[in-house]
Every structure is written in C-alpha cells, then in structure tokens.
C-alpha cells in the first residue's frame, strides 16, 4: 500500500498543469451546479407560496362506491368509508385537512314557517365539520353543539335556496325567500321520523338556520357532526359513524397526484379537477427543464474539459508508465493508479467547491434580497435553500465523470502504448 502511494505521488509530479486545469473544470461545474439549483428552488418555492396560495390545490372529494349488496357476506373494499377507514385517509402523507360529511342513519323531516306559509317535508341531511363550513355562518351566530341539546343549528346549500326560488314558488304563485329572511329562522325538524317510516325513538328538535354555503351537496340541510352523532346513538342504538363524503385539501399542488393514487388504491370514488395544479405544476416542470438545459450545457463543456486533462496529464507520464510497466506493474494496477489519483481529486475539489459555493450563494442572496425592495416581493431569504441531495448530486456526477474518464483512458487509449 505504501509503494502504491508512492507511485502515485510521483505519478502526480509532471502533469501538474493538466491536474489544475481539471480541477478548475470540475470547480466550475461544481459552483454553476449549485448555484443554478439554487435559484431553481428559490423560483419553485416562490411560485408555490405565491401563485400556489391564489391557486391552492383543488378540494378532492372522496366517496364510497355504489355497489350491490355482498350476499357472501364481508366489507367490499371502498364501498363504506368508517371512522377507522377516515384515520387511515386522514393519516396519508401530503393530506392538510379532511373535512367529513356524515351519512344519517335515520328517516327525518322538517315543518316549516315563512311569511305565514306552513310546509312539511321530507329532507336530506348530513353531519358536517365546522371546519368545512366556518367562513359561511351568519355574523353573530355560531355552528357549535352541546351535546343533549334539542337545539340545533343547521347550514343550508345555496342550492336550495335558489330551487325553491326557481322552481317551487313561481310554480306555487308563493314568495320568493331571500338570505337575510332564513338569517336565523327556525323550524322543527323531527330526527327519526318522515312520511314513509316513523322509529319509536323519534325525537323533535328545534333547528335555526345559521349559514348558507356551497361546500354541502345540494337540496340538503346540514347539522354540526357532533349532534349528528349524538342523535344517531340516540335513536339508532349501536351505530357506527359512516361518512357519505370527504373533503380532502392537499398541503401542496405536487402532492396531489399521489394522495388521488392512495384514495383510488384504497378503492374509493375521487372527483377533483387538478386544473389548478395541473397550471403550477407546469410552471415549476418549465424551470426545472430550463434548469436542467443550463447545466447540461455546462456538464458538456465540463465533460470535454475533463477528458482533455486526463488525456493531457496520462500523455506526459508514458515514460514513466513504461517504467513502472517494466518493473511488474500490470496494465490493470496502472489503470487503477490514474483512475484513484483522479478520483480523489474529482471527489475534494467538487465536495469543497459545493460546501464554498453554497455558504457564498446563500449568504450574498440573502443580503441581495434585502437590499431591493422589489426582489423581496417575490423572494424571501428562506426561500434559498439547498438540500444536502442538491449539494452532494455534483459532488456524485463529478467523482462518476472522472473515475470513467480516467479508467477508460488510461486502459484503452495510454496503456496500448507501453
């Protein structure tokens, strides 16, 4: 081992300029490298936080599938989403919020008074998050439960609103309700009990209308989901909480792709348009290529030049080749030699130059942004940043680029010679 290091000592004494000119190559690749990757984070990052926040991710709606009944008895994958099944989901990497809609297991109806008209009905309803619907309650009223209240407040769907506004009073010759008349109004609605099945736990609640959203399916009332809860164990003894939907935000436009490809491998209905993603994610793709062209035009440059000086550097020690070649030396040991020698000085020169670059890069950026008012709106200093995968992928393409170069160099084009 000493005699090898030895000869590769003087194996580095004639050629030095070549050694250099490498070096400096490898230098220059190493810095352009960091310092393009650098701002392409910076770009990206930026256009997530600024573009990515006026176009957040598009909510994904999660279902159950349709499907018959399993007279062979078992749970067939997706067509029931539980409580358990909506940790899991909730649990998924990527996932900022899920905001449930919870089925009610039971028959209800609802009587109603406006401007002196009585009408009775059948309804739909749900339990829903308040999370789902707490920018659309009415000032100075609230969604909340306390549970063993008779008292319910209830969100309804614009939709709604604008049906019976349509359709049922022009056809009816009856008013036409507008928001401000529902803006607190009450009404009882009877939780196990409609027209076609009345259960013997039926209860009669007091409801208020405290919101109008677009986030609940339409022709349906909603209750908070803590007093569907209640009212389900109440009345149905022994159920389990089963959600009709879900409503997904994604904490990233790149995440959603993946989050959609869970949900769907798990067997459930997804419906979300990524428009809004599609959009961001063309813009980071279009500076990552733009990325990848600079440097790769740089790594071509860098290429040739490395070459060139392993070349250069083997030409001038033929002599000394031949020599060590005469003394017992294989062609293999010798290849070996060259290719160590430049692996070493591919792998400090590029892992230095990387660490240098990347404290310069972030400390003058840093100071940069700061100093224009203009850069800061669209630039924060923690928006420059590099991650150790960014800093060591020189370092790795480098030390490749040159142990290559220098094996297939020396062994094919050098040692013919000796």
């Known amino acids: 081992m000493i005699g090898f290091l030895k000869i590769l000592g003087l ?20 810095s352009f490298f960091i310092i393009i990757t650098g701002i392409k984070n910076a770009i990206n990052k930026t256009v997530e936080e600024s573009i990515g926040v006026k176009l957040p991710p598009d909510t994904i709606k999660v279902t159950p599938k349709i499907v018959p009944k399993n007279i062979f008895g078992g749970e067939i994958k997706g067509s029931s989403i539980t409580y358990s099944d909506y940790k899991k989901i909730a649990n998924i990497k990527g996932i900022k919020s899920v905001h449930r809609l919870m089925e009610i297991p039971f028959p209800n109806s609802v009587i109603l008074r406006v401007l002196g008209i009585i009408g009775r009905s059948d309804m739909v309803s749900y339990g829903i998050d308040y999370s789902l619907v707490k920018n659309d309650i009415f000032k100075g009223y609230s969604f909340k439960y306390k549970t063993g209240s008779t ?45 076609y099945k009345t259960l013997p736990n039926y209860m009669t609640i ?50 959603v792709e993946n989050i959609i490809k869970k949900l769907r491998s798990m067997g459930y209905n ?45 030409s001038t020690k033929v002599e000394f080749l031949s020599l060590i070649r005469m003394l017992g030396a294989t062609k293999i040991y010798i290849s070996m030699m060259i290719t160590l020698l430049v692996f070493l000085l591919t792998f400090v020169i590029s892992y230095l130059s990387s660490i240098l670059t990347k404290e310069i890069f972030i400390t003058y950026s840093s100071q940069l942004i700061n100093s224009f008012d203009i850069i800061k709106e669209f630039v924060k200093n923690d928006y420059i940043y590099l991650s150790l995968g960014d ?28």
Do not use: W
């Not at 009332?221 to 994604?250: D, H, Q, R, W």
């Open 11 to 30: 194996t580095i004494q004639k050629g030095k300029i070549y050694l250099l000119f490498l070096a400096i190559s490898i230098f220059i690749f190493s």
């Open 151 to 195: 008292n319910i407040p209830f969100v309804v769907p614009k939709g709604i609103l604008e049906a019976y506004n349509l359709a049922y009073a022009r056809g009816q010759g009856t008013p036409t309700v507008s928001e401000n008349l529902l803006k607190g109004l009450t009404f009882t609605y009877y939780a196990g009990k409609s027209s």
């Open 391 to 418: 800093i060591m992928a020189p370092v790795i393409i480098s030390t490749t680029l040159g142990i290559i170069s220098s094996f297939i160099i020396s062994l094919r084009f050098v040692i013919k010679k000796i």
């Open 270 to 314: 997804i419906e979300t348009s990524t428009d809004k993603t599609k959009f961001v994610e063309s813009i980071k793709r279009l500076i990552s290529n733009i990325t990848i062209v600079l440097i790769s035009i740089v790594g071509v440059f860098a290429i040739i030049s490395v070459f060139i000086s392993i070349l250069l550097f083997i």
């Open 206 to 255: 007091e409801g208020q209308i405290v919101g109008i959203t677009e986030n609940v399916p339409a022709l349906s009332i909603c209750m908070p989901i803590e007093a569907a809860e209640y009212l389900a164990k109440t009345i149905v003894p022994g159920y389990n909480p089963n959600y009709s939907m879900l409503y997904i935000e994604a904490s990233s436009h790149e995440s």
